[in-house]
């Protein structure tokens, strides 16, 4: 078995594992860390009123509060991270790790020796930005996105 199956393998493995823990849509995953994708947002509801926010790392995570009990946590960077949330005396309502992964599902990751792009495959195959990727892909689909988001907001007269 080919390294990179092995690990999606255990990767499909532990989300059927974490399901459950997070199908009652409460924030903490029982005896582990709140698993998020990149560009993925999880909604989770906490039992008390919040009123400070704290993450260890936003260039990891964004963390934003639709109303006092319900927490937005959106995948930004992969890696591992912690949030704090504070009750109006300054009690901590959660504490808990969020580690931030890649999308395992609709991906798929072309190696050339150790050069790396990847797509997203859902139906047809379409590259797809994704750190680790070499930088020549990275930054041609960077640059090519941007082009496009700019002609699309002139068309539009955003920011005129």
């Known amino acids: 078995m080919s390294r990179h199956r092995a690990i999606l393998g255990a990767a499909i493995a532990a989300a059927a594992v974490l399901a459950p823990a997070f199908a009652s849509g409460t924030m903490a995953a029982e005896g582990g860390a709140v698993h998020v994708m ?17 993450v260890g790392n936003p260039a990891i ?6 109303d006092r009990q319900t927490v ?9 991270t912690n949030l704090v949330i504070l009750d109006k ?18 991906v798929v990751t072309v190696l050339r020796r150790t050069a790396r792009s990847s797509y997203s495959c859902a139906p047809q195959c379409e590259p797809v930005l994704r750190v680790g990727d070499t930088e020549t892909a990275y930054d041609a689909i960077a640059k090519q996105s941007t082009a496009r988001t700019e002609m699309s907001e002139k068309a539009a007269g955003v920011g005129n």
């Not at 990149?38 to 704290?54: L, N, Q, S, W």
């Not at 937005?72 to 591992?80: A, N, Q, S």
Request: hydrophobic share 45%.
């Open 89 to 106: 005396a300054g009690e901590p309502i959660i504490d808990e790790v969020i580690t931030v992964g890649a999308p395992s599902s609709d």
């Open 61 to 66: 995570a964004d963390v934003a509060m639709y």
């Open 72 to 80: 937005v946590v959106t995948g930004k960077l992969y890696g591992t």
């Open 38 to 54: 990149t560009d993925r947002a999880k909604v989770f509801r906490i039992d008390a009123p919040a009123d400070t926010v704290i």
